[in-house]
Structures are given as structure tokens and as C-alpha cells.
């Protein structure tokens, strides 16, 4: 989780009965490490619910900020897919894409799990003030590392691609999420009613959670160029 990153393409799906393996594969091997290539991608992590409730998948992939996902260079990839990915994106089920911005963080660890609590896009925005007295009531709990909250950027998840119409169904868009790391499911487990009820109290809708564990994690190669290091 890089303090720097100022924009998120939130993603989670499940995917065709029995294709997981190639999912994954093609995630492990090409997708994910295409992605953090890319100009402005600082890193892409895949996580795997720990469980039997869907969706199956939650990926992240962080960016300097949402302006990335409709550069150039980006949409050059959703249109011109590889030939495994056209293989793979028909497989994709009950998928939500959305470009988001980060609005707040509190923390900097990140731990092997994750809870997700998605917004419908008819919430009411969950406010800064809000969400760091949120994290401050539940952040000294045992194994809770840090939160991020995240807002949807308009129109820049709607855009039409090759991608999408290889998936072929629109993809569902959420209106914000807030995502807690922690060091075990037992932290999340204990932690997500608790979360439910605070979001639901603040934004007037009820948030959907899932709690997941780290399966990849990526860097971009290009990390300190997009970072403006030395």
C-alpha cells in the first residue's frame, strides 16, 4: 500500500465454474505484471475471498491517480487485449470495475488480509471527518493495520473497450469503498459488523463486505520514475 498512490482501479468478480486455475494463471504470469507496466500503475495486488461468499475475486491496482486509467497508454491495452486475455475475459462473472480516487488513509501496513466494504453509488458520500474518527474508534484493535477510504471518479469506469465486450455485459460500478488490512481473517471477522453499522449510520445505505486474503502482489519496475525519485 504506497502513501503516494492517489488513485485505484477496484475490481472484483467471480469467473466461469472451473476456470479459476486459468484465471489465475493468466493473472499470475501475464495481466497482473502488463498493468503495473504501464505508465502511472504503481502496483497490482490480487486477493481471494476466504470463503464461500462471492464475489470470488478482489483486485486492486494502485495508480498515481485516476487521470491514468483514461491515458493513452491504458486505453491502448483495454482495446488490444493479448491473445490469453481474450481467452480469459469471457470467463469473468458479475463483474464491478470502478476507477476510484483515494480520499483518506489511516496507517500505512498491509497485512495478508483485507476486508472490502462497497458503496452503492446512491450513498451518501462517507466524509473524511467521518471515516478518520471511524479508524481511530476501531483501529487499535488486535491485528487491524490500516483503512483507505476510496471514491468513485465519474465516468472514467464506464468507458467502453474490447475488454468489456469480450465480458460481455456491462460492468456494475459502486459508488465507494472502505478497505480495512489487517494480519488475520479472526481481526476482520470480529471488526466487519462493527463496520457495517458505522457506514450504514454515516452514508445512509448498507455496505457489502468481503473479507479477503493476498494471493499476488506486484510493484511496477517503473516505480521510482512514477514516484519522481532519484
Not at 500505512?108 to 462517507?126: N, V
Request: aromatic share 10%.
Amino acid at each position: 500500500m504506497l502513501a503516494a498512490a492517489k488513485g485505484i482501479l477496484a475490481i472484483w468478480h467471480d469467473v466461469a465454474e472451473g476456470a479459476e486455475r486459468e484465471i489465475f494463471d493468466w493473472y499470475d504470469r501475464e495481466h497482473h505484471l502488463e498493468r503495473t507496466a504501464i505508465p502511472g500503475f504503481l502496483s497490482a495486488q490480487r486477493y481471494v475471498s476466504v470463503d464461500d461468499r462471492r464475489p470470488l475475486i478482489f483486485n486492486r491496482y494502485e495508480t498515481t491517480g485516476p487521470e491514468v486509467m483514461t491515458s493513452q497508454a491504458y486505453l491502448d491495452c483495454l482495446a488490444s487485449p493479448t491473445a490469453w486475455g481474450r481467452r480469459c475475459q469471457p470467463l469473468y462473472r458479475n463483474m464491478s470495475r470502478t476507477v476510484c480516487r483515494v480520499k483518506a488513509r489511516a496507517g500505512l501496513a498491509q497485512g495478508g488480509f483485507a476486508a472490502t466494504l462497497r458503496l452503492p453509488s446512491t450513498a451518501r458520500p462517507f466524509s473524511e471527518t467521518a471515516f478518520h474518527a471511524f479508524a481511530a474508534r476501531h483501529g487499535a484493535r488486535w491485528g487491524v493495520l490500516a483503512f483507505e477510504l476510496w471514491q468513485a471518479e465519474g465516468g472514467a469506469s464506464n468507458a467502453s473497450s474490447t475488454e468489456r465486450q469480450l465480458r460481455g455485459r456491462d460492468d456494475d460500478v459502486i459508488g465507494g469503498a472502505v478497505v480495512v488490512h489487517a494480519t488475520s481473517r479472526e481481526a476482520l471477522d470480529d471488526l466487519v459488523p462493527d463496520m457495517q453499522r458505522d457506514i450504514e449510520a454515516a452514508t445512509g445505505a448498507g455496505a457489502i463486505a468481503g473479507v479477503y486474503r493476498l494471493a499476488f502482489s506486484a510493484y511496477s519496475q517503473r516505480l521510482d520514475e512514477a514516484l519522481g525519485a532519484d
